[in-house]
């Protein structure tokens, strides 16, 4: 049995918010304060950078898992009745198609019958 070189990432709950919830004014104004806290703490909460993340959700209905491939995704919106600014938000992180066929691989050595989509991008949650 060997060690790993890094602490092993915990996996972490990360609400989603209401839309685009951080980037619309709130009556009241910190309405968001404190989930936007939470999340500006998870990086020192972190036994190390991580090299990856990994983001699973049920966002989608499938018949097995599926996952971007992508190398550069863009952004899926799927709420309605924003402002238009809110439809303009872009999220420039790199994909990790490695990282999705090692777990493809392993989903696949688990019994599933997983799927990549190479132009799947990012939920406006992500």
């Known amino acids: 049995m060997t060690t790993p070189?890094?602490?092993?990432?915990?996996?972490i709950f990360i609400p989603h918010g209401a839309g685009p919830c951080f980037f619309m004014d709130w009556n009241p104004a910190d309405a968001w304060d404190n989930t936007a806290a939470y999340l500006r703490g998870i990086p020192a909460s972190l036994?190390?950078?991580?090299k990856a993340i990994l983001l699973v959700t049920a966002h989608w209905l499938a018949p097995q898992p599926s996952m971007s491939?992508?190398?550069?995704?863009?952004?899926?919106?799927?709420?309605?009745?924003?402002?238009?600014?809110?439809?303009?938000?872009?999220?420039?992180?790199?994909g990790a198609p490695a990282l999705a066929d090692r777990v493809s691989g392993l989903l696949a050595g688990a019994g599933f019958a997983p799927q990549q989509d190479g132009a799947r991008g990012y939920d406006h949650g992500t």
């Open 47 to 50: 036994p190390a950078k991580p």
């Open 69 to 94: 491939s992508a190398a550069q995704p863009g952004m899926l919106f799927d709420y309605y009745g924003f402002p238009p600014h809110t439809y303009e938000l872009t999220y420039p992180a790199p």
């Open 5 to 11: 070189s890094t602490p092993r990432q915990p996996t």
